[in-house]
């Protein structure tokens, strides 16, 4: 929605209600893209810490590579699950995205 979008929309609202302006109008929308942006963020540190769990428990503390983790995704179902059907190259870059960030009270690298 652009500036000028936003403008006309809250002179119409101001004109039916009377209390809204645009200004207020254009700051809500930007705490809302805030509160959004921040609930995205949560739910991604969430699910890499599940992801994260799902793998010490399945792994431990060994070395393994990505190839590693697909073939015992062939034998342990419950890992296969959070894989989510990533290739060896997915898993790499999840891998990178979570090394050494602390989730969930562990950390990777």
Do not use: K, P, Y
């Not at 002179?11 to 009377?18: F, K, Q, T």
């Not at 342990?76 to 898993?91: K, P, T, V, W």
Request: charged residues 20%.
């Amino acid at each position: 929605m652009t500036t000028g979008t936003i403008a006309t929309v809250s002179a119409s609202i101001e004109r039916v209600s009377g209390h809204t302006t645009a200004i207020d109008l254009d700051a809500r929308i930007r705490a809302l893209e805030c509160e959004l942006a921040e609930l995205r963020h949560r739910q991604r540190e969430e699910r890499d810490a599940s992801w994260l769990c799902a793998l010490a428990v399945a792994i431990g503390a060994v070395r393994f590579s990505s190839a590693d983790l697909i073939c015992h995704a062939a034998v342990n179902h419950e890992f296969a699950a959070s894989l989510d059907g990533m290739s060896a190259r997915q898993i790499g870059q999840r891998l990178a995205a979570v090394s050494g960030r602390v989730l969930g009270g562990g950390s990777l690298g």
